[in-house]
C-alpha cells in the first residue's frame, strides 16, 4: 500500500519561514511527478509547486521567487521550503505524487498538514 505522510506545518509570523516535508513509502516501482498542493477554507485546492522526475519544476504564480520545490528520489521525499510567508498562504497543504506500483500508476494524496501564518 502507497502511503505518503506530510509534515512541518504549523504556526509562523509573517515574514517566516517553513520546510514542509513528504515521506512517501510502500512498494513503488517509480515515482512520476510530485507535487504541494493547497486549499484554504472556501477554496479550491490548487497546485503551489510541482516537480518532475527529471527536476523540472513549475510554480503558482502566488508563491513564485518565495517557495522552493526539491525531491530526494533516492529517498522518495519531497519538500517545500517556503520563504516571506504571507496570511494569504494560510492553508492545508497537501502532497500528490502520480505513483506506478503493483496496482497500477495512480495519483496519491497526503493527509496535508496544516500552515497558518498570523502574527
Known amino acids: 500500500q502507497v502511503q505518503l505522510v506530510e509534515s512541518g506545518g504549523g504556526l509562523v509570523q509573517p515574514g517566516g519561514s517553513l520546510r514542509l516535508s513528504c515521506a512517501v513509502s510502500g512498494i513503488i516501482l517509480s515515482i512520476n511527478t510530485m507535487g504541494w498542493y493547497r486549499q484554504a477554507p472556501g477554496k479550491q485546492r490548487e497546485l503551489v509547486a510541482g516537480?518532475?522526475?527529471?527536476?523540472?519544476?513549475n510554480y503558482a504564480d502566488s508563491v513564485k521567487g518565495r517557495f522552493t520545490i526539491s525531491r530526494d528520489n533516492a529517498k522518495t521525499m519531497v519538500y517545500l521550503q517556503m520563504s516571506s510567508l504571507k496570511p494569504e498562504d494560510t492553508a492545508v497543504y497537501y502532497c500528490?505524487?502520480?505513483?506506478?506500483?503493483?496496482?497500477?500508476?495512480?495519483?496519491?494524496w497526503g493527509q496535508g498538514t496544516q500552515v497558518t501564518v498570523s502574527s
Open positions: 516537480i518532475t522526475s527529471g527536476g523540472s519544476t
Open positions: 500528490g505524487a502520480e505513483i506506478r506500483s503493483v496496482a497500477g500508476q495512480y495519483r496519491h
